[in-house]
Structures are given as structure tokens and as C-alpha cells.
């Protein structure tokens, strides 16, 4: 059974930095994609980033080009979201996702989930 654990989400200030990771486990990640994604109160889930899990390819949402960064420990079986320049419009709830096959941005492609945690960011 494939478990998405996240952690480090918390409450910091407009311009802060910070690190959230998701730790997998359950099943031989080769082959799949990760994802990021992102829910406000009151929003639809949207997608933050992605990576796939063997190459390290990358994909960003415009909305944080620059100043998010994925990326992945394949031998901790740990992915990343670095957070740079935090705006309060990025106060939601942080989803990691794991998908077989490559990339997408659609959140109903990625098979399983993580529980969540929340990133609020204040001005």
C-alpha cells in the first residue's frame, strides 16, 4: 500500500522561505511521477510542481516559477518543496501525489495522496 506522509508546513511571514517534504513509501517509485499540489479554502485543488521520480524532470505552475523548487532523495524515497518569496496568496493546504506514468498537471491522474499540510503565510 503506498503511503505519502508530508511534514513541514507551518505558519511564516511574506518573503520567507520554507521546506516541505514528502516521504514515500509502498512501492518502487521508477516509472512514476510526483506532484505538488495546492488547496485554499474555498478553492479547487490546483498543481504546484511535479518531478519524475527516475530523471529529476521537472514542471512549475506560473504562478511559482522561481521561486518554488522540486526535487527528490531517491535513496530516502523523499520528495521536496522548496518554497522561496512566499506571498499570502500561497496560504493553502500542500497535497504530495504520485502518479505511474509521466508528468501531468491534472490532479485526478495522480492514484494516491498524501494527507496534507498546511503552509499559511502572513503579510
Known amino acids: 500500500q503506498v503511503q505519502l506522509a508530508e511534514s513541514g508546513g507551518g505558519l511564516v511571514q511574506a518573503g520567507d522561505s520554507l521546506r516541505v517534504s514528502c516521504a514515500a513509501s509502498?512501492?518502487?517509485?521508477?516509472?512514476?511521477?510526483m506532484g505538488w499540489f495546492r488547496q485554499a479554502p474555498g478553492k479547487e485543488r490546483t498543481f504546484v510542481a511535479a518531478?519524475?521520480?527516475?530523471?529529476?524532470?521537472?514542471w512549475y505552475s506560473d504562478s511559482v516559477k522561481g521561486r518554488f523548487t522540486i526535487s527528490r532523495d531517491t535513496a530516502k524515497n523523499t520528495m521536496y518543496l522548496q518554497m522561496n518569496s512566499l506571498k499570502p496568496e500561497d496560504t493553502a493546504v500542500y497535497y504530495c501525489?504520485?502518479?505511474?506514468?509521466?508528468?501531468?498537471?491534472?490532479?485526478?491522474?495522480?492514484?494516491?495522496w498524501g494527507q496534507g499540510t498546511q503552509l499559511t503565510v502572513s503579510s
Open positions: 518531478i519524475t521520480w527516475y530523471g529529476g524532470s521537472t
Open positions: 501525489a504520485a502518479r505511474r506514468g509521466g508528468i501531468t498537471t491534472f490532479p485526478h491522474d495522480y492514484e494516491d
Open positions: 509502498g512501492r518502487d517509485f521508477d516509472g512514476s511521477a
